[in-house]
């Protein structure tokens, strides 16, 4: 019986430390300005549209960052006169 009450207690722990959890991460995500906010609910439109797993659409997300990032490099250096296209 005290075995069965020592696992009573641990799951009780184990749920305590899930809402504690929980709480704040609520509390962050109320703490998100308006620009991060609007962000996540562009990924979210974005992940119910294409059938891709939130990994999946996070790595193309990035990978058409640094491409954008390599045409404005490109961009400022052919109008530096540094590179010509």
């Known amino acids: 019986m005290s075995g069965l009450s020592e696992k009573e207690k641990e799951l009780k722990a184990r749920e305590e430390a899930l809402d504690a959890r929980e709480k704040e991460i609520e509390k962050k995500e109320k703490a998100l300005d308006p620009l991060s906010m609007a962000v996540k609910a562009r990924k979210e439109q974005w992940y119910d549209k294409v059938k891709l797993t939130v990994r999946q ?29």
């Open 57 to 85: 659409m996070d790595v193309i997300i990035r990978i058409i960052y640094v491409l954008l990032g390599i045409v404005v490099l490109l961009i400022i250096l052919e109008a530096a006169g540094i590179f010509k296209l």
